[in-house]
C-alpha cells in the first residue's frame, strides 16, 4: 500500500514518490528528530526519475479521472443523450457535480427506475429565502415533492429525472446557489456551528468556513460547459462575494516553491486527478462541538483575544467513519491534534494538508484512500513533518481550550443583536407534508411572510434566523397549525438521534435507517421506562450500511446495519462527540431482538455507573470484555432502577 510505503520511507530516509510522479527525499533526522527543529529539514527538491522506471497502473478511478478531461468525459456527452440513465463512467464524474444516480430498489418491473439525488454546498448552511424558494419549487415540480436536511448542512432533492437535472442545477446556480462539490474526491460542503450568534467568534468561523471553501473550490470549466452550455452563470456563488476582500485566489495560486501548487494549466492545487478520495473540513469555535469537530479531514477551531479579534487556529486531522464490515484495515477515526497556525499563514497551512494527502495519499486501495489512513500509518508526528515539508515553517502548539460540549442549538435562543433563532427539530431531516404534518409548507409560509433565512444543522435540522422578537408567537403558531410539536413535545431521545436515508433509494445500504430509526426511539424509550430510568437521554445513530453517512461511530449507541434487518451495536461514543469513537459491541443483532441486546448493558449501566456518568463514558469506562462478561450471565427482566 503506497501509505505504508511512505511511512517507511518517511522513517528510513528513502525518497518519496507522490501520486504524480514526482519524488522528494526524506532525511531520517527530520522525522525521526525528538525535538523539531525550527525549519522541516524534508528536501522538497525535484528528483530526475529513473528512465527504465516501469510505469505502475492506476487504479480504475484514478485512470477515469485523469481521462475526464477536469470532470467533463464522459458526462458532457452523454447529458446530452435521450437515455434516462447515464454509464458508469459518467456516474463517477457526475458525482463532483453534486449528484448520484439511484434507483427506487422496491420497484419491481422492467428496468431500473432511473433517478438523481441532487446534493447542495452551501458552506455555514446558510440558506437565503431566495434559494429556500426555488428548493421548494424544484422539488415540487421536478423532485420527489420533499427535501433532506444532510448531516453536512445542507438540502439534497431526491427524485429528480435526467431530462430535468439540468434545469434543476442551472437554476440553483443562477440564484448564487451551489451543488460543485457536494460530493466527489475533492473538497465538501465546509460546516461550522449552524447557530446564528453575532459574536465575535461565531463570525469569524462563518466567514472562513466560506473561505476555506472558496480555497479548494474546483476550477475545471466543466460545471459551466455541462449545466449551463458554456455561458457564464447569472449570479456568483454569494459567499463568494462575501469574502472577496480576503483575497483568497490569490492565496490559492501563490506557489511557495515547495510542491503545494502544481504546475497544471487547470487545477493548481488538485491537478488531473484531484484527491485520493473525499475531503471534509469543518470549524468552530472553543467549546461548541455541535457540528462533530472531529468526524472531518481537517477541523479548524478560531482562535481570537480577550477583543474578539481573530488570532489563529487550532488545527486538527485525520477524522472520517467510513469503513467496511469484515475489513480490520477499514476503521473509523477521531482526529488528532496537529499544532496552531497564525490567520495569515492558515490559508497556506491548509493548502500544505491537502497537498500532502493529495500526493501521499492511497490511490492504489480506495478503501484506505481516506487521509485519516495516511495519518493514522504515520502517526501525528511524523504528519505534522510533512505537513511542514509543504509549508514551510514549523506548526506551532495546540492552545489550550475550553472543554467541548455538545448543543444542537434547538429551541429560542437570543442571537445578540436583539433579534431570536430558533432551532426547529425535525425527524431524520426529511422535510415534507404527509397528512397533518405539514413541514414543508410551514417553512414556505415563514420565508415568504418574513423573507427569514435560514442555517442548516449538523443533525439535520434547521435554524430559524433573524426573527423580531414580537414575532415569536405568530412563529410559533404557525408551525402549530401545520402539524409541527413544539420542542417540548419532542422526545429527547428524537432530538438527540439521527439516521441516513438507507432504503429504498440508496444502493448501499443493506437494511432500513430512516424508515424504521422513529420505531426504534419508541422502543428505547418502552425500555428505559421499563427500567426505571426514563430520565437518562441517550445519542443515538442509525445507518443503513458501515459508510457512516449519520456519523453512527461518535454517537453513544448506533445501529449499523450488516443485513436484511440485521444491525451490528456499537457502544461508548462521547456524549460530547469529542475525541474519540465508539466500539462495536454485538454483530448480526436482529431487528426483533434488540431490546434483549440492549437491556443487560443498560442493566450494568444502572448497577455499576459512577454520578452523573453519561451512558456514553460509562461504556467506554467499562469496555467490551466488561460488558460481553456481564451480559452473558445477565437474566432478562432481574435489573430495574
Known amino acids: 500500500?503506497?501509505?505504508?510505503?511512505?511511512?517507511?520511507?518517511?522513517?528510513?530516509?528513502?525518497?518519496?514518490?507522490?501520486?504524480?510522479?514526482?519524488?522528494?527525499?526524506?532525511?531520517?533526522?527530520?522525522?525521526?528528530?525528538?525535538?523539531?527543529?525550527?525549519?522541516?529539514?524534508?528536501?522538497?527538491?525535484?528528483?530526475?526519475?529513473?528512465?527504465?522506471?516501469?510505469?505502475?497502473?492506476?487504479?480504475?478511478?484514478?485512470?477515469?479521472?485523469?481521462?475526464?478531461?477536469?470532470?467533463?468525459?464522459?458526462?458532457?456527452?452523454?447529458?446530452?443523450?435521450?437515455?434516462?440513465?447515464?454509464?458508469?463512467?459518467?456516474?463517477?464524474?457526475?458525482?463532483?457535480?453534486?449528484?448520484?444516480?439511484?434507483?427506487?430498489?422496491?420497484?419491481?418491473?422492467?428496468?431500473?427506475?432511473?433517478?438523481?439525488?441532487?446534493?447542495?454546498?452551501?458552506?455555514?448552511?446558510?440558506?437565503?429565502?431566495?434559494?429556500?424558494?426555488?428548493?421548494?419549487?424544484?422539488?415540487?415540480?421536478?423532485?420527489?415533492?420533499?427535501?433532506?436536511?444532510?448531516?453536512?448542512m445542507c438540502f439534497q432533492l431526491h427524485g429528480v429525472r435526467k431530462g430535468n437535472l439540468k434545469t434543476v442545477v442551472r437554476s440553483i446556480m443562477d440564484i448564487g446557489g451551489s451543488t460543485v462539490g457536494a460530493c466527489g474526491d475533492i473538497s465538501r460542503n465546509v460546516m461550522t456551528s449552524p447557530a446564528p450568534f453575532v459574536s465575535p467568534e461565531y463570525q469569524h468561523a462563518r466567514e472562513w468556513s466560506k473561505v476555506f471553501a472558496q480555497l479548494f473550490r474546483p476550477m475545471t470549466d466543466a460545471f459551466s460547459q455541462i449545466w449551463c452550455d458554456g455561458e457564464k452563470v447569472a449570479t456568483v456563488e454569494t459567499w463568494a462575494k462575501e469574502v472577496e476582500h480576503l483575497n483568497v485566489d490569490e492565496a490559492m495560486y501563490?506557489?511557495?516553491?515547495?510542491?503545494?501548487?502544481?504546475?497544471?494549466?487547470?487545477?493548481?492545487?488538485?491537478?488531473?486527478?484531484?484527491?485520493?478520495?473525499?475531503?471534509?473540513?469543518?470549524?468552530?469555535?472553543?467549546?461548541?462541538?455541535?457540528?462533530?469537530?472531529?468526524?472531518?479531514?481537517?477541523?479548524?477551531?478560531?482562535?481570537?483575544?480577550?477583543?474578539?479579534?481573530l488570532q489563529g487556529f487550532n488545527v486538527m486531522v485525520g477524522g472520517g467513519l467510513g469503513r467496511t464490515h469484515n475489513k480490520e484495515e477499514t476503521f473509523a477515526r477521531a482526529c488528532d491534534h496537529l499544532g496552531y497556525v497564525a490567520k495569515e499563514d492558515v490559508m497556506e497551512a491548509m493548502k500544505a494538508i491537502l497537498a500532502t494527502q493529495r500526493d501521499h495519499g492511497n490511490r492504489d486501495v480506495r478503501t484506505n484512500a481516506r487521509f485519516k489512513y495516511l495519518v493514522h500509518t504515520l502517526g501525528i508526528d511524523k504528519l505534522r513533518r510533512l505537513v511542514e515539508s509543504y509549508y514551510g515553517k514549523p506548526i506551532e502548539p495546540w492552545k489550550p481550550i475550553k472543554d467541548w460540549k455538545y448543543?444542537?442549538?434547538?429551541?429560542?435562543?437570543?442571537?445578540?443583536?436583539?433579534?431570536?433563532?430558533?432551532?426547529?427539530?425535525?425527524d431524520n431531516g426529511r422535510v415534507k407534508d404527509e397528512g397533518d404534518f405539514r413541514l414543508k409548507t410551514a417553512l414556505r409560509v415563514l420565508v415568504d411572510k418574513y423573507d427569514m433565512r435560514m442555517n442548516m444543522s449538523p443533525t439535520q435540522s434547521i435554524i430559524l434566523c433573524d426573527i423580531d422578537p414580537k414575532d415569536k408567537a405568530d412563529v410559533e403558531q404557525i408551525l402549530k397549525d401545520h402539524g409541527i410539536l413544539s420542542l417540548e413535545e419532542v422526545d429527547p431521545l428524537a432530538r438527540l438521534s439521527m439516521s441516513c436515508p438507507a432504503l429504498p433509494l440508496c444502493g448501499l445500504a443493506m437494511t432500513e435507517a430512516e424508515r424504521i430509526m422513529p420505531s426504534y426511539i419508541e422502543r428505547m424509550r418502552a425500555l428505559l421506562v421499563k427500567m426505571n430510568?426514563?430520565?437518562?437521554?441517550?445519542?443515538?445513530?442509525?445507518?443503513?450500511?458501515?459508510?457512516?453517512?449519520?456519523?453512527?461511530?461518535?454517537?453513544?449507541?448506533?445501529?449499523?446495519?450488516?443485513?436484511?434487518?440485521?444491525?451490528?451495536?456499537?457502544?461508548?461514543?462521547?456524549?460530547?462527540?469529542?475525541?474519540?469513537?465508539?466500539?462495536?459491541?454485538?454483530?448480526?443483532?436482529?431487528?426483533?431482538?434488540?431490546?434483549?441486546?440492549?437491556?443487560?448493558?443498560?442493566?450494568?449501566?444502572?448497577?455499576?455507573?459512577?454520578?452523573?456518568?453519561?451512558?456514553g463514558d460509562f461504556c467506554y469506562r467499562m469496555g467490551v470484555d466488561a460488558i460481553e462478561e456481564y451480559a452473558n450471565n445477565y437474566v432478562l427482566g432481574s435489573v430495574k432502577a
Not at 492545487?269 to 472531529?294: E, W
Open 1 to 152: 500500500m503506497r501509505f505504508a510505503s511512505t511511512a517507511l520511507a518517511l522513517a528510513s530516509g528513502i525518497s518519496i514518490t507522490n501520486a504524480f510522479g514526482l519524488k522528494y527525499a526524506a532525511t531520517r533526522q527530520s522525522f525521526l528528530s525528538s525535538t523539531r527543529p525550527p525549519r522541516s529539514q524534508l528536501s522538497m527538491v525535484l528528483e530526475k526519475p529513473k528512465e527504465k522506471t516501469k510505469v505502475k497502473k492506476l487504479a480504475k478511478i484514478e485512470e477515469l479521472k485523469t481521462k475526464c478531461d477536469y470532470l467533463k468525459a464522459p458526462l458532457l456527452e452523454e447529458m446530452k443523450n435521450e437515455e434516462i440513465f447515464v454509464s458508469k463512467d459518467a456516474m463517477q464524474i457526475l458525482k463532483y457535480h453534486g449528484s448520484y444516480q439511484q434507483s427506487d430498489r422496491e420497484v419491481r418491473g422492467k428496468g431500473k427506475d432511473y433517478q438523481f439525488m441532487l446534493r447542495l454546498k452551501q458552506p455555514a448552511g446558510e440558506i437565503s429565502p431566495e434559494l429556500f424558494r426555488l428548493l421548494d419549487d424544484l422539488s415540487r415540480d421536478m423532485g420527489q415533492g420533499d427535501l433532506r436536511a444532510t448531516t453536512r
Open 533 to 615: 430510568i426514563n430520565e437518562e437521554e441517550i445519542l443515538m445513530r442509525m445507518t443503513g450500511c458501515p459508510n457512516g453517512c449519520a456519523r453512527p461511530y461518535m454517537a453513544e449507541l448506533a445501529f449499523v446495519g450488516d443485513g436484511p434487518k440485521s444491525y451490528q451495536v456499537w457502544l461508548g461514543g462521547s456524549p460530547v462527540l469529542a475525541g474519540r469513537t465508539a466500539f462495536p459491541y454485538k454483530s448480526k443483532v436482529k431487528d426483533d431482538v434488540m431490546e434483549d441486546c440492549l437491556e443487560p448493558v443498560l442493566a450494568m449501566f444502572i448497577e455499576k455507573r459512577q454520578q452523573f456518568e453519561a451512558f
Open 254 to 309: 501563490y506557489d511557495n516553491g515547495r510542491g503545494v501548487v502544481l504546475d497544471d494549466p487547470v487545477e493548481p492545487l488538485y491537478g488531473t486527478r484531484y484527491l485520493p478520495k473525499k475531503f471534509k473540513i469543518g470549524i468552530t469555535v472553543p467549546g461548541d462541538n455541535s457540528l462533530d469537530i472531529y468526524i472531518n479531514d481537517i477541523g479548524l477551531v478560531v482562535i481570537c483575544d480577550d477583543n474578539g479579534e
Open 407 to 426: 448543543n444542537d442549538w434547538m429551541g429560542w435562543w437570543e442571537q445578540g443583536d436583539g433579534k431570536l433563532f430558533y432551532g426547529l427539530h425535525i
